[in-house]
């Protein structure tokens, strides 16, 4: 299978995430590392909100970056123009297309769409600009109509369209049913673009990949509208590490694009995010800790250091002696099997009052410093 093409909206769907707000240096700092992590299509923002916007899309636009730059638009003339301002050679116009957007939000009926897109994809076009079209809230729209306006959107000429699961609410099984019917009835590639309400937006985009999507939408930590977006790292290393795709994936940089928007977001990364988290390698119980110490491969899928981290052992209510041994050996001490028996009964007690995992000092408080009399 061919690896799906990665397109991230951290500077638009990312920056929707409620307090979050990306200076123009920071838009541009942050496009620059996309571009060098090797993402197909940066959505670089939506030149519709003002000045400051459009001037961060016209300064990318003069980068020369590798991945192509993107201006979200709403199905509007006025807003294909603000782009058209901005100097942008590819935009993404969306429309909301389930029903209830449509009539509780649009105030329209679903004939309007077509006659719409021929008005707005059309002046696009005309301008020399290449078009994705996108459904909003497609998996509550009926798969069949939706075919409907996407095959209408091929026919007038754009080169890709957009399934947006606006609510998050598809699953693996559901995605795989609606995008295969959708891309048998296609010719140009489509885009998946996930939402994370109930945690299964990776899921979903690697079993819309598997339906014949062939781009996905990620953020950065999947930042995006209320619980986010299909996780960028999440979803390449998915592919990498499960699906033997993304030969040679450089996990350093993206890790650094990571701890990059953390800081500017003042988000830290989860302490157990895959791939990132600072405790994923960080390794307690006795089974797991005995299996690691023969051979990394029994409880590590693959070197902590591929994606910058590190492992640790550490002991807490779940170790067991060998490891504890190991460890004591590391700091100079030899303990035997009553010893180490002794040692994890009073460090389970003393858990038991202090909830924490013990370090270097408590380890030393019990056998390496000699209790003062
Ligand atoms: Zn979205």
Redesign the pocket.
């Known amino acids: 299978m061919t690896d799906p093409l990665l397109l991230d909206?951290t500077l638009r769907?990312g920056e929707?995430s409620p307090g979050i707000y990306f200076t123009s240096e920071e838009k541009i700092q942050l496009a620059e590392a996309l571009d060098e992590l090797g993402v197909s299509v940066i959505e670089a923002g939506v030149p519709q909100m003002g000045k400051e916007e459009k001037s961060v899309l016209r300064e990318l636009c003069h980068r020369n970056l590798k991945a192509d730059v993107l201006a979200w638009n709403r199905l509007a003339v006025e807003d294909v123009k603000a782009s058209l301002e901005c100097g942008v050679e590819h935009i993404h116009v969306s429309v909301p297309t389930s029903l209830v957007l449509l009539s509780k939000d649009l105030r329209k009926d679903s004939s309007w769409i077509q006659g719409q897109m021929d008005v707005v994809v059309g002046f696009a076009l005309r301008e020399g600009l290449t078009v994705s079209l996108g459904a909003?809230d497609a998996s509550r729209t009926d798969p069949a109509f939706l075919a409907s306006v996407f095959k209408h959107a091929e026919d007038i000429g754009v080169t890709r369209v957009r399934y947006?699961d606006?609510l998050g609410i598809l699953t693996p099984d559901k995605t795989k049913e609606v995008i295969s019917f959708l891309t048998q009835r296609l010719r140009v590639p489509l885009d998946f673009?996930a939402?994370n309400d109930f945690g299964l937006a990776t899921a979903n985009s690697l079993a819309a990949w598997q339906a014949g999507a062939r781009m996905i939408?990620c953020s950065v930590m999947g930042m995006?509208?209320r619980v986010g977006?299909t996780s960028l790292e999440e979803f390449i290393g998915t592919i990498h590490f499960l699906e033997n795709g993304f030969p040679d994936f450089n996990f350093l940089r993206l890790k650094a694009l990571c701890t990059l928007l953390s800081k500017m977001t003042d988000r830290p990364i989860p302490l157990h995010k895959p791939l990132f988290g600072k405790e994923i390698f960080r390794h307690e119980s006795g089974i797991h800790v005995d299996g690691l110490l023969k051979d990394g491969s029994t409880y590590e899928l693959f070197p902590p250091e591929t994606v910058g981290g590190k492992r640790e052992l550490i002991v807490g209510k779940h170790s067991g002696r060998a490891a504890l041994k190991y460890l004591a050996r590391q700091r100079g001490v030899a303990l035997d099997d009553a010893q180490s028996q002794d040692f994890l009964n009073q460090m389970r007690a003393q858990m038991a009052v202090k909830k924490k995992s013990m370090r270097k000092r408590s380890f030393q408080s019990i056998y390496v410093i000699p209790p003062t009399p």
Do not use: I, M
Request: aromatic fraction near 0%.
């Open positions: 909206t769907d929707q909003e947006a606006t673009h939402h939408s995006g509208e977006n």
